[in-house]
């Protein structure tokens, strides 16, 4: 599994941006399907996921700001970013999870929120 990670960039605190995974395998092949970010020197973390039932997790520190969805059609899974603050500045990968628990990783795209 290969995933293009779309989107990110440097925003305002305050604003929205939108990051999309395209996946190269249908979603309905894969368990679990999500967003890790990275802060310089901290240790990746969870942001949001979504499985094949689409049961969703998020994260404590974004949930309310933070919205995952999938798009079965074009084997995307997007993340809604609102209310950005300077703490969300990080590197934002991808992630899938198939039926044999092996992971992939997208490259990451980085976001940075600038007070």
């Known amino acids: 599994v290969t995933m293009a990670e779309l989107g990110g960039g440097s925003v305002q605190a305050g604003e929205s941006l939108r990051l999309s995974c395209v996946y190269s395998?249908?979603?309905?092949?894969?368990?679990?399907m999500g967003w890790y970010r990275q802060a310089p020197e901290k240790q990746r973390e969870l942001v949001a996921t979504?499985?094949?039932?689409?049961?969703?997790n998020y994260a404590d520190s974004v949930r309310g700001r933070f919205t995952i969805s999938r798009d079965n059609a074009k084997n995307a899974v997007d993340l809604l970013m609102h209310s950005l603050k300077p703490d969300d500045t990080a590197v934002y990968y991808c992630?899938?999870?198939?039926?044999?628990?092996?992971?992939?990783w997208g490259q990451g795209t980085q976001v940075t929120v600038s007070s």
């Open positions: 992630n899938a999870r198939d039926f044999y628990f092996t992971e992939y």
């Open positions: 395998e249908s979603l309905f092949r894969l368990s679990k």
């Open positions: 979504i499985t094949g039932g689409d049961t969703i």
